[in-house]
């Protein structure tokens, strides 16, 4: 069974841009959840998609925002970069949303905002 | 909110030694989970505990949930270079996932 993938793998952008990035958990897997990660804040929650649904969000400003669709497969959107948003973005599925599921980890997309 | 405290945040060892790292929560949590993320690579699941007292054994690895669900620790022991990474402990909390901040491991071979 592949794993999860996430596309694009590197990114650079400016400030004020906008960046959409993609998901696609394993198949079967019906949650998603987003995370960012920076050496300074370690791995920080972003938002839980179920079955089209956000399910849960974390203290993420509103220019983060995301979405699901009918196949799981998942983007999240930043706007108005700023240098700060420049973090290692994790996104993992799992087969049910819940306490006691088991989290799958794609790669990662890799974000420098300059 | 809800937060979980883990400790040491940076751990050197010499191969061969024993390593431990501790979460700790100001709250009661419903469960634990365990993941270690290699340098360069992403967070891979290694244990869930869910019960008082809880003790799991993965080979050279102990994961241990506290009586009152307040606390759980990771030991390695003997370690080896292929255990060099981050551990994390994660737990949902109200509306959301929480991790620790991680405990990075390196190894003196």
């Known amino acids: 069974k592949a794993g999860v993938t996430q596309t694009p793998r590197y990114l650079i952008k400016t400030r004020g841009q906008q960046v959409t990035l993609s998901c696609s958990p394993i198949s079967g897997h019906r949650s998603v959840s987003w995370y960012q990660q920076t050496p300074g804040q370690g791995l920080q929650f972003l938002f839980e998609y179920f079955s089209e649904t956000q399910r849960n969000k974390g203290n993420f400003p509103g220019r983060f925002s995301g979405r699901q669709f009918s196949n799981s497969r998942s983007e999240m959107n930043v706007s108005t970069l700023e240098l700060g948003d420049s973090a290692l973005y994790l996104c993992a599925s799992s087969l049910l949303a819940g306490e006691t599921a088991e989290q799958y980890f794609g790669p990662g997309t890799r974000l420098t905002v300059t | 909110g809800q937060q979980v405290m883990q400790i040491p945040q940076y751990q050197h060892v010499q191969e061969g030694e024993d390593f431990t790292t501790y979460c700790n929560s100001s709250?009661?949590?419903?469960?634990i989970q365990w993941y270690k993320q290699r340098p360069g690579g992403h967070p891979v699941f290694l244990i869930q505990?869910?019960?008082?007292?809880e003790v799991k054994k993965q080979k050279r690895l102990t994961f241990q949930f506290g009586e009152a669900k307040k606390n759980s620790s990771l030991h390695i022991t003997a370690t080896q270079t292929t255990d060099v990474g981050t551990y994390f402990c994660l737990f949902r909390g109200a509306q959301k996932l929480v991790f620790g901040q991680g405990t990075r491991l390196t190894i003196n071979p």
């Open positions: 709250t009661t949590l419903s469960n």
């Open positions: 505990l869910v019960k008082s007292g």
